[in-house]
């Protein structure tokens, strides 16, 4: 068994400079001198018995077994972090910092009304954002790197507890003009050009899983794992998207996208405020997530949301 015991400082050395990937950098910006943040990090490979740096003229660059001491010191940061959020939200009253991590569109239009209710309600409760898909959030949840997260179904786990703000259906996305119809059938949809992220998005799983349900595939013609790139090619006209409306409520709303429900059969995806089981009594935590309800319930009412 190892004798290792880590240390947070000289963990917080190494994450520095596989940042800075330059020691003169990453010791300015720890503001220590250099040989002496030099010395740690040899000290820590030494005590590891590992490569974590391939050192070049330019600078240095992390091997495979430093980027998973980077990772797991991220985890760890994120944890200690975390601890401190929820030891100071332990009051009887709301107070202490909620992290919220959200989807990038859905966020646009809670983030705002969310601070500003905050603020106006709860003054002693301080709001960190983290932006993410529903995997990346469910593996910050579960890290303990976030608060509470909206994502669309969220794992049946005994230690997530989730509650449902609303049921969204999978639309085709096309460029302004584009969809003639006021709905496409999945295998109509299916066929056409389509712009998808990768398999192990959980979107492109819910629909490649309904696809093979009715004998088809999609027509990926373009593969982008990045939601804005994404959008951007459909504005452009370069093919279409499957997306919830919460996906596109922006466009939209502009005017620079066109969306129609896909039918026969509907797909739904239902959107959630998901928490740590451990941290439900969180007074904190509980407020963030009744006003995030109280939101999207206004959004769909207005007819903003569907």
Not at 19 to 41: C, G, M
Not at 65 to 87: I, N, S
Not at 106 to 131: A, H, Y
Request: charged fraction near 25%.
């Amino acid at each position: 068994m190892s004798d290792w015991e880590p240390d947070i400082r000289t963990l917080r050395c190494f994450v520095t400079v596989a940042e800075e990937r330059n020691i003169t950098r990453a010791a300015s910006r720890l503001n220590i001198a250099q040989p002496a943040l030099s010395r740690k990090i040899a000290s820590l490979e030494n005590d590891l018995k590992v490569t974590l740096f391939e050192r070049s003229v330019r600078g240095v660059e992390v091997t495979p077994a430093g980027k998973v001491l980077l990772d797991r010191a991220y985890t760890l940061f994120g944890q200690l972090a975390q601890t401190y959020h929820d030891l100071t939200a332990s009051s009887e009253r709301p107070a202490g910092t909620v992290v919220v991590g959200m989807p990038p569109t859905p966020g646009e239009f809670i983030c705002p009304p969310l601070l500003e209710r905050i603020k106006e309600r709860f003054p002693d409760i301080v709001l960190r954002f983290q932006e993410g898909f529903s995997r990346e959030l469910e593996d910050l949840l579960l890290n303990g790197q976030i608060s509470l997260a909206v994502m669309h179904n969220p794992p049946e786990r005994t230690d997530i507890s989730s509650q449902e703000l609303l049921v969204e259906k999978l639309h085709l996305i096309g460029c302004t003009g584009s969809l003639e119809r006021p709905s496409y059938t999945l295998a109509e949809a299916a066929a056409l050009p389509l712009i998808m992220p990768s398999r192990s998005n959980y979107l492109r799983l819910l629909a490649d899983q309904h696809a093979e349900k009715i004998g088809t595939a999609l027509n990926v013609v373009q593969r982008v794992d990045g939601i804005w790139h994404l959008k951007a090619l459909v504005r452009g006209g370069h093919g279409y998207t499957l997306l919830t409306f919460g996906g596109v409520l922006t466009e939209f709303h502009l005017g620079t996208l066109s969306a129609v429900p896909i039918v026969a059969p509907e797909i739904e995806w239902r959107l959630c405020t998901a928490i740590k089981t451990d941290r439900r009594h969180n007074l904190a935590v509980s407020a963030v997530e009744a006003v995030i309800a109280e939101i999207v319930r206004e959004l769909v009412e207005r007819n903003i949301w569907h």
